[in-house]
């Protein structure tokens, strides 16, 4: 009883912090991460970290102090971190790593004093940058998108017992309203020599390290003013040569140029634009075996589509656990259901002369998105793509309009009109020449972070005026330190359909309750151990159900940071179609429609100790699987040469035995990250995938000449498995530069 009572006084304390005073620097510091600029002996104090791991109620043992300054043009950060030795874990030097198996401190400014969005940016002992958008309340791990990029400057500095570092943060980097003088802000650092993680302000280990409603509040000395103008030009030219062997053709030589520009409308609001843009030195998806009847999603790594990602993209709902450990690979969280606008589908179109998705080049892009004031956000895209006759493609304009305003203290109401519109289109199009999606959705995040949730309507208008043409959702979680809750429910009408959204199936209802309840043992090997009930159904109006994954579950947490979740599941599927169950492309029987089968199995998520300099990532599952049986692994190994080499294997191996055929299919993805410098990268991406008799090689050199301006060279190879034979190649090179005008 005394400690409950002792959590409950400590956090009482923890919410009652003073504001943090943000001195004003009358000149810029010397950036060199020693920290023994004069600017730092007078400004105040942030430290007495607390444990966020392996306990959440101690002092940090190793402690972290950090300074905030300011001047009219840049925030400056500075950190001083004890540790125990100099033995630290750097992975490689390549930016934007991920926090776990590192070490490393982050910094979050929560701009507009909401604890609903912030600008993520860290380092690591070697100075390796990372920076990334959180949204949400970054309640959960895919809150986080690491694929936003901006102009910041930042040293490192490593001593005897401790490093330290000191960061200079345009302002134009940062979103705020004009006069504000108060923010939220965080930060929190992992220590790989003492095991321990800290943050400035308690988090209790029932919520994620970065979740925005554990933050300080930081009062600047003087309101902030915008800097002048605030526009950034980052033109690109590119070139290269290509060769279709299967069709014959000549070599084909490209040219490209193009830009992008960002301004800065006001402090809050930002204007991108792009003409022309080049994708094509984006990294490769990796490549996995779908098991499941339904299409599956890919981040987006695009720039254009990124900063305020949420007022577009965050519509809809998805079906998760959330019991799956940090680190467990792409797609490992959740399921997407329905979204009524899914950004990876602009610039992706069908080829009739081929029957497959191609890529299709986007003419233009605008896309105006932000903050009015405290309480309104708002969203506008528009993009273009192009037409292509050959190929039976026709110009599409995509456009997205969204609407968000803040209700109780972190909650609120949001609005989206997604509408994709063929341009010209032919006689037989004509009947699908648009389709639309107006939405309305209700966001709720409490102040204690105990309850989120929400609920969405949307209906969607079409050429062929679908009936049954809408679909509603309602999902609540309740995140307690003993007892974690979900409910959600979905329904997508038969007629619901958004060509530029994601729709995996129609004319559904979904339900998927899971709780949980937590444990955290003392002086063992466990750090947490939780188990519970985990329940996927689809229902289809007048038959019934048709699918469902239910059964228990036991996840367990790791002092040593590794992590497993074991499910025990009883499924049952329904075929509407033909199902290539085996993934053969179609070479081995399939499984008839209006099948139903009854099946067991076991899967789990297994990640080890990222610290270590050989660590796994796997997901095995094994049991019945239709008529049959499987026996599949997926997931990575990784091992380093740290700091200059990261080799992963990514594979998904599955053995199929069913009634009608055996199958054996698996993709095998090695890995090199090689770090030559803080701003020259080289990755190789080998991929053998025997579902589709191909062997891919995407081989890439990034050489970062200047803050956010770099020189790629790009090597792209795909042959035939069964014959050896070379499929297409390509070699592209291309330089980006970013200017501010």
């Known amino acids: 009883m005394y400690r409950v009572l002792l959590l409950f006084f400590v956090s009482i304390i923890s919410f009652a912090q003073d504001n943090y005073q943000v001195r004003y620097f009358d000149t810029p510091i010397k950036l060199d991460g020693k920290l023994d600029d004069l600017h730092w002996q007078n400004t105040e104090k942030l430290a007495d970290f607390w444990q966020y791991f392996p306990s959440d109620s101690v002092k940090a043992s190793y402690n972290t102090t950090v300074y905030l300054g300011y001047d009219d043009k840049n925030v400056y950060v500075a950190a001083y971190m004890e540790s125990v030795g100099n033995k630290y874990i750097v992975p490689t030097l390549k930016r934007d790593f991920r926090a776990g198996g590192n070490d490393q401190i982050?910094?979050?400014?929560?701009?507009?004093?909401?604890?609903?969005?912030?600008?993520?940016?860290?380092?690591?002992?070697?100075?390796?940058?990372?920076?990334?958008?959180?949204?949400n309340g970054a309640t959960d791990n895919s809150f986080f998108n690491p694929s936003w990029d901006n102009k910041w400057q930042?040293?490192?500095?490593?001593?005897?017992?401790?490093?330290?570092?000191?960061?200079?943060?345009?302002?134009?980097?940062?979103?705020?309203?004009?006069n504000s003088k108060e923010w939220f802000f965080k930060a929190y650092r992992f220590d790989t020599q003492s095991n321990e993680n800290s943050v400035a302000k308690r988090v209790p280990q029932n919520q994620i390290i970065m979740a925005l409603g554990y933050s300080i509040p930081i009062e600047f000395e003087r309101p902030l003013q915008t800097s002048g103008p605030n526009i950034s030009l980052i033109p690109y030219i590119s070139g290269g040569a290509s060769k279709d062997f299967e069709s014959g053709s000549s070599p084909k030589k490209t040219f490209g140029i193009g830009a992008d520009a960002k301004i800065a409308v006001t402090s809050g609001l930002n204007l991108d634009l792009t003409v022309n843009p080049d994708f094509s030195t984006v990294e490769v998806d990796q490549q996995v075996v779908n098991l499941t009847r339904f299409d599956i999603t890919f981040p987006e790594q695009r720039q254009f589509f990124i900063e305020n990602s949420d007022l577009f993209t965050g519509f809809g709902s998805y079906s998760t656990n959330p019991y799956v450990p940090p680190?467990?690979?792409?797609?490992?969280?959740?399921?997407?259901?329905?979204?009524?606008?899914?950004?990876?589908?602009?610039?992706?179109?069908?080829?009739?002369?081929?029957?497959?998705?191609?890529?299709?080049?986007?003419?233009?892009?605008?896309?105006?998105?932000g903050k009015l004031n405290d309480d309104w956000r708002v969203g506008l895209l528009n993009t273009m793509t192009s037409n292509d006759e050959e190929r039976g493609i026709t110009s599409t304009n995509y456009t997205v309009a969204a609407i968000q305003r803040r209700v109780l203290s972190r909650s609120n109401i949001a609005g989206v009109f997604v509408n994709n519109q063929l341009i010209n289109p032919s006689e037989e199009l004509k009947g699908n020449s648009f389709d639309r999606v107006g939405g309305i959705e209700y966001n709720h995040q409490s102040l204690n972070n105990l309850w989120s949730g929400k609920v969405f309507y949307h209906q969607s208008f079409s050429a062929n005026h679908a009936d049954k043409a809408f679909a509603h959702g309602f999902v609540m979680n309740y995140t307690a330190r003993a007892f974690t809750a979900k409910w959600s429910h979905d329904y997508v009408g038969a007629g619901f359909q958004s060509s530029s959204g994601f729709i995996p199936r129609t004319d559904f209802f979904h339900f998927n309750p899971t709780f949980g309840f937590n444990f955290y043992p003392k002086k063992t090997i466990l750090n947490r151990y939780s188990f519970g009930l985990a329940w996927d159904e689809y229902d289809k109006p007048g038959l019934g159900r048709t699918d469902l994954q239910a059964g228990p579950f036991i996840s367990l947490a790791f002092r040593n940071t590794g992590s497993t979740l074991i499910s025990f599941n009883r499924n049952f599927t329904y075929l509407f179609s033909s199902f290539d169950a085996l993934r053969s492309n179609g070479s081995l029987p399939s499984l008839q429609l209006g099948t139903d089968y009854v099946y067991h199995n076991i899967q789990a998520t297994i990640v080890s100790d990222r610290r270590k300099a050989f660590n796994v990532s796997l997901k095995p599952l094994i049991g019945q699987y239709y008529n049959g049986n499987i026996v599949s692994l997926a997931g990575s190994v990784i091992y380093r040469f740290q700091p200059y080499a990261l080799i992963t294997l990514n594979m998904a191996y599955n053995d199929?035995?069913?009634?009608?055929?055996?199958?054996?299919?698996?993709?095998?993805?090695?890995?090199?990250?090689?770090?030559?410098s803080k701003s020259v990268f080289w990755t190789s991406n080998l991929q053998y995938n025997t579902q589709f008799d191909n062997f891919n090689i995407n081989s890439r050199i990034q050489w970062r000449f200047a803050p956010v301006s770099d020189f790629f060279l790009v090597y792209s190879d795909n042959y035939d498995t069964i014959t050896g034979s070379v499929k297409n190649r390509a070699i592209l090179a291309k330089l980006t530069y970013w200017l501010n005008i």
């Open 106 to 135: 982050s910094f979050v400014f929560d701009t507009f004093h909401d604890n609903t969005n912030g600008f993520l940016f860290g380092i690591n002992p070697l100075g390796v940058q990372r920076e990334a958008l959180l949204f």
């Open 327 to 369: 680190g467990a690979g792409v797609g490992a969280s959740g399921t997407q259901i329905v979204s009524p606008f899914f950004s990876r589908k602009v610039g992706i179109a069908f080829d009739s002369t081929t029957g497959i998705n191609v890529q299709n080049p986007i003419i233009y892009g605008l896309r105006l998105s």
């Open 656 to 676: 199929i035995k069913l009634a009608e055929a055996r199958n054996r299919v698996y993709v095998v993805g090695p890995k090199v990250e090689v770090t030559f």
């Open 154 to 178: 930042s040293e490192a500095f490593i001593g005897d017992g401790y490093w330290s570092c000191e960061l200079i943060i345009p302002l134009s980097t940062l979103r705020f309203k004009k």
